[in-house]
């Protein structure tokens, strides 16, 4: 079993609209969850942190179910400049340590 | 906000030749920086992990004395791919953490292709 995983999509969707992605991860002793974006041929950056109440940045909310092992990011008002590759991504440690990286699910948002 | 560079962005060479990139924290300090693989629609997979004045820890299945990694100071690590073939042709991205902090900064990457 993939350590994180992300359907890959892709997800087609209509400026305006609303959109949800998935992630799971394996390993419950996972400590610190995040949302990467990755732009075609270019490096991670965050999104944001993922909290265990749930936290909310403008039009994107993440929920983080640790029961499930289960992450979600919801993107509200889709606009062009939001398509990319969605990296659900966890660490197992709080301090410094490597990130687990899913594949990504990538998003196409059309006019 | 923190800034990584990488350098080269791109580089082609040639098959068993050696290539170095390089990997800075412009305005923070160091002391771990993270070395990445990334192919053609994979994940990103962690390849060593690098503390500022010791040896490189490379995770199970990275040969060690392929890929040289040298974290001198707390701006600049290294990674050297030795004798390059094809198959190492990918996307490679450091990434440099400050210290008493877990959040990880992101050089540009570099794109190594191997003919």
């Known amino acids: 079993r993939k350590e994180v995983e992300q359907d890959p999509g892709p997800f087609n969707v209509p400026e305006g609209a609303t959109v949800a992605f998935n992630c799971t991860y394996s390993?419950?002793?996972?400590?610190?969850f995040f949302w990467y974006r990755q732009d075609c041929r270019k490096e991670p950056k965050l999104l944001m942190s993922?909290?265990?109440s749930g936290n909310e940045d403008g039009r994107f909310t993440a929920q983080l179910n640790r029961a499930s092992q289960y992450i979600s990011l919801l993107i509200r008002d889709s606009k062009l400049s939001d398509s990319a590759t969605y990296l659900c991504?966890?660490?197992?440690?709080?301090?410094?340590?490597?990130?687990?990286f899913g594949k990504g699910t990538k998003l196409s948002v059309k006019p | 906000g923190a800034v990584v560079s990488q350098h080269p962005s791109r580089v082609i060479c040639k098959s068993g030749t050696s290539v170095k990139i390089e990997c800075r924290s412009l305005?923070?300090?160091?002391?771990?920086m993270f070395w990445y693989r990334q192919f053609p629609k994979q994940s990103l997979m962690l390849m060593a992990t690098?503390?500022?004045?010791?040896?490189?820890?490379?995770e199970q299945g990275v040969e060690k004395d392929k890929f040289l990694i040298n974290h001198a100071s707390l701006t600049l690590s290294t990674l050297t791919v030795t004798s390059a073939h094809p198959e190492d042709s990918s996307f490679y991205i450091c990434?440099?953490?400050?210290?008493?902090?877990?959040?990880?900064?992101f050089g540009p990457g570099t794109r190594l292709t191997v003919t």
């Open positions: 990434s440099a953490s400050p210290a008493l902090n877990y959040e990880q900064y």
């Open positions: 390993n419950s002793a996972s400590q610190s």
């Open positions: 993922v909290y265990s």
């Open positions: 991504v966890v660490n197992l440690i709080r301090s410094q340590g490597n990130l687990i």
């Open positions: 305005d923070f300090q160091a002391t771990t």
């Open positions: 690098s503390n500022e004045g010791s040896k490189a820890t490379y």
